[in-house]
């Protein structure tokens, strides 16, 4: 008779101090009528578009016994061109996701005795970022209206000596922008007193902005120390194809090269990211669309009398409530799945399409004679 097995806990495992009692990191992923808690686009690709995909896959398996372009070199220019500001493929990186687009940058310019800021409330995945890496994180507040301002950023820098600054506009979860012009001032006053500091500007929501040719790529010839994310998981309908990139100076990129995994981007990936980048009109197409919904549901928030954070991206704060658990979990018993992350007393709800955002405002008024709000 053989012995049983009795799994160890992962608490009887070894591991890093720094991992011990964390947990994985991810948004609920339920089976509900109304999925609107991780910023997806919710319109899917035509059948047209679908059908190239699957002809670009069954192209790449011919050859699916072989290593796939390791530089990724295609799709690169193919980023390169949809970017445009004159950038070329030796300014592109690409990888799964900007999650991996951030690692490779701590991994390349963190690490132990390495110090990166950000500015809270923001992405919640830096942290892990940073942990993952051995980089230090250290946060500071933004402004009461949950923005950043020159002169506090590099106040910030030199208290904590960053070596790596993350600015994310629009802003998650708050949807609130940082204007190039500032950008364009930290970079120029960094360059006098911390000349060797990398500024990481995230714009994983850019495309939902009102003025989404506002980017600071623009400043990119300007400032060598810079660097522009960007992922096609959001704007782009793309969430399933896992594709991140980042644009700057071809040294940063070269940095980037050096820390990534062997052929870290399949031949699968590359092929359907194509067809994406080729069609991107039609993937984007919804684009404006999302942000026009996204301004009407703050609108009406608002008129419901709802403290709204007034957000640039295809997502938006709302409270205050005493107990937003309970607010959240009020409308997922009513088939509707927003996020609860934010600061105290805020929900996130994603822009749909309208026969979401219809459930959501009538499962938001159905519960509503419920609902504490927070006092100030």
Not at 31 to 45: G, H, I, Q, R, T
Not at 162 to 170: G, R, S, V, Y
Not at 174 to 187: A, F, H, L, N
């Amino acid at each position: 008779m053989s012995e049983k097995f009795t799994p160890i806990t992962l608490d009887e495992l070894p591991l890093r101090p720094e991992l011990v009692g964390e947990e994985p990191y991810g948004a609920p992923q339920l089976d509900v009528p109304v999925c609107l808690n991780v910023n997806e686009n919710p319109y899917p690709p035509s059948d047209a578009v679908r059908e190239q995909m699957g002809k670009a896959i069954a192209e790449s398996a011919r050859t699916v016994n072989r290593y796939p372009d390791r530089e990724a070199i295609e799709l690169r220019t193919a980023l390169a061109t949809y970017l445009g500001f004159g950038l070329g493929t030796d300014n592109i990186w690409a990888a799964n996701g900007s999650n991996e687009v951030m690692t490779h940058l701590l991994q390349a310019f963190g690490g132990p005795g390495r110090t990166v800021l950000g500015f809270s409330p923001t992405y919640s995945m830096y942290p892990e970022y940073a942990r993952n890496t051995l980089t230090n994180y250290v946060a500071v507040p933004r402004s009461e209206d949950f923005r950043i301002e020159a002169d506090a950023v590099l106040a910030a820098v030199e208290e904590h000596r960053a070596d790596i600054i993350l600015i994310t506009t629009p802003n998650n979860p708050t949807g609130t922008t940082t204007p190039v012009s500032v950008i364009d001032e930290i970079c120029t006053r960094l360059a006098e007193v911390r000349p060797d500091c990398i500024v990481v500007v995230d714009e994983a929501y850019q495309e939902f902005t009102e003025f989404p040719e506002d980017s600071a790529l623009a400043l990119l010839p300007r400032h060598q120390h810079l660097v522009v994310s960007r992922t096609m998981s959001k704007a782009f309908a793309y969430a399933g194809g896992r594709l991140g990139y980042l644009a700057a100076t071809p040294a940063i990129v070269d940095a980037c090269r050096i820390v990534r995994l062997p052929y870290h981007l399949s031949g699968a990936s590359q092929a359907i990211a194509l067809v994406a980048l080729a069609n991107s009109r039609e993937m984007l197409h919804r684009v404006d669309a999302l942000r026009e919904q996204c301004q009407l549901l703050q609108q009406w928030l608002r008129e419901q009398g709802y403290d709204v954070v007034p957000s640039q991206a295809n997502f938006c704060l709302f409270g205050r409530f005493e107990d937003r658990h309970e607010v959240w979990q009020k409308l997922l018993d009513r088939g509707v799945l927003i996020r609860e992350t934010g600061p105290d007393g805020f929900l996130r709800v994603s822009a749909g399409t309208p026969r979401e955002m219809k459930a959501f405002r009538e499962a938001l008024t159905a519960i509503a004679p419920t609902i504490t709000k927070e006092t100030r």
